[in-house]
């Protein structure tokens, strides 16, 4: 029920992205307005920025999950917290995507290593580090545990290359066209749009958390009945 809602409500949002006609003097409620220097480019925000979004929600769940299982020693937080990460690191991925999507259409490439393109991939290597040491330790505890600090020291340098170096640098992101005066002023349409992506988006990317952490809590009980069967 909740697959089918979710699918409905993203292929609306998906829908009217696309098809609200954009103006430059909005005129009627379903009217988007026309950005300068951005024009119809201006539709993959609805989904450049909700995964960009969503990708931090996911890296700082997994640091707070990290807390969790460092302080009580729960697999259980592990396996959250992995979840979170990996949740993470594919939105990570679709927002590297749409953002190279987006350059192609505006500086024709889709990657010239601008400031913020160069930080998202430095970050992509830092939570893909993550997944390889995970990978390589077959203890469980030990996993566990350094899965968790790396987390935490992961999520401590997202912020800085998220969202400090590309303000540090000159970067050539639409953000600065958006957001001049450094405060939220959006047509009403394109910012209810925008709003329903965000949710539509937080409930696919929750959705996919509880379905891996399932995933990982029957693969946990599964391993650990064949080490009982094992042992017996």
Same mark, same amino acid.
């Given at each position: 029920? $909740?697959?089918?809602?979710? =699918?409905?409500?993203?292929?609306?949002?998906?829908?009217?992205?696309?098809?609200? /006609? @954009?103006?430059?003097? &909005?005129?009627?409620?379903?009217?988007? &307005?026309? $950005?300068?220097?951005?024009? +119809?480019?201006?539709?993959?925000?609805?989904?450049?920025?909700?995964?960009?979004?969503?990708?931090?929600?996911?890296?700082?769940?997994?640091?707070?999950?990290?807390?969790?299982?460092?302080?009580?020693? +729960?697999?259980? +937080? +592990?396996?959250?917290?992995?979840?979170?990460?990996?949740?993470?690191?594919?939105?990570?991925?679709?927002?590297?995507?749409? =953002?190279?999507?987006?350059?192609?259409?505006?500086?024709?490439?889709?990657?010239?290593?601008? /400031?913020?393109? !160069?930080?998202?991939?430095?970050?992509?290597?830092?939570?893909?580090?993550?997944?390889?040491?995970?990978?390589? $330790?077959?203890?469980?505890?030990?996993?566990?545990?350094?899965?968790?600090?790396?987390?935490?020291?992961?999520?401590?340098? @997202? /912020?800085?290359? @998220?969202?400090?170096? /590309?303000?540090?640098?000159?970067?050539?992101?639409?953000? &600065?066209?958006?957001?001049?005066? =450094?405060?939220?002023? #959006?047509?009403? !349409?394109?910012?209810?749009?925008?709003?329903?992506?965000?949710? =539509?988006? !937080?409930?696919?990317?929750?959705? #996919?958390?509880?379905?891996?952490?399932? $995933?990982?809590?029957?693969? @946990?009980?599964?391993?650990?009945?064949?080490?009982?069967? !094992?042992?017996?």
């Amino acid at each position: 029920m $909740i697959r089918l809602f979710l =699918g409905i409500w993203l292929a609306i949002v998906t829908l009217l992205a696309f098809v609200l /006609p @954009m103006s430059a003097n &909005p005129s009627a409620w379903y009217h988007l &307005p026309i $950005i300068p220097g951005l024009e +119809d480019k201006a539709r993959i925000l609805f989904f450049h920025v909700p995964t960009a979004w969503l990708s931090t929600v996911g890296f700082i769940a997994s640091m707070v999950y990290g807390i969790r299982y460092l302080r009580k020693r +729960d697999p259980e +937080d +592990d396996i959250k917290s992995a979840s979170a990460a990996g949740v993470g690191f594919l939105f990570c991925i679709l927002a590297t995507v749409t =953002g190279a999507i987006w350059a192609k259409f505006s500086w024709g490439t889709y990657w010239n290593w601008d /400031p913020r393109q !160069t930080s998202i991939f430095v970050l992509l290597l830092i939570y893909g580090a993550y997944f390889a040491l995970r990978s390589a $330790i077959d203890v469980e505890e030990k996993r566990a545990t350094l899965s968790a600090a790396y987390a935490i020291i992961a999520a401590v340098v @997202m /912020p800085f290359f @998220m969202f400090v170096m /590309p303000r540090i640098l000159a970067s050539l992101h639409p953000q &600065p066209v958006l957001n001049v005066q =450094g405060k939220t002023e #959006m047509n009403a !349409t394109m910012l209810v749009l925008l709003i329903s992506s965000f949710a =539509g988006f !937080t409930g696919l990317a929750s959705w #996919m958390w509880n379905l891996e952490v399932r $995933i990982q809590r029957i693969v @946990m009980n599964s391993l650990s009945g064949l080490k009982g069967e !094992t042992r017996v």
